[in-house]
Nanobody
Framework: QVQLVESGGGLVQAGGSLRLSCVVS????????MGWFRQAPGKERDFVSA???????SYAESVRGRFTISRDNAKNTVYLQMNSLKPEDTAVYYC????????????????WGQGTQVTVSS
């Protein structure tokens, strides 16, 4: 069973930065597509960013230019660098892994982490 563990969330003021990390237990991490999603209270889980096994990236329009996704295959880890944070970025952030390809819909991912809270104060 593939396990994902996120870390790096916390409380930050608007305009600040955070870096989320997601460590994957699977040794074939390099073959997995990885994604980040977020879910605010009372809302659906939304796509944030994804990275393919070859390093191609995609972003939601709301975070493009502010967030950067990257991966370190030697460490089985995917990162989400979040800059210029806004109060509307407040949510629980989830890491997800897919066997096939990076996607924007949650149901296309096979494995999920437990989530990490990001709170941006105004």
């Amino acid at each position: 069973q593939v396990q994902l563990v996120e870390s790096g969330g916390g409380l930050v003021q608007a305009g600040g930065s955070l870096r989320l990390s997601c460590v994957v237990s699977e040794r074939i991490f390099s073959s997995l597509a990885m994604g980040w999603f977020r879910q605010a209270p009372g809302k659906e889980r939304d796509f944030v960013s994804a990275i393919s096994s070859s390093g191609s990236t995609s972003y939601a329009e709301s975070v493009r230019g502010r967030f950067t996704i990257s991966r370190d295959n030697a460490k089985n880890t995917v990162y989400l660098q979040m800059n210029s944070l806004k109060p509307e970025d407040t949510a629980v952030y989830y890491c997800a892994a897919a066997w096939l390809r990076p996607a924007v819909r949650p149901y296309e991912y096979n494995y999920w982490g437990q989530g990490t809270q990001v709170t941006v104060s105004s």
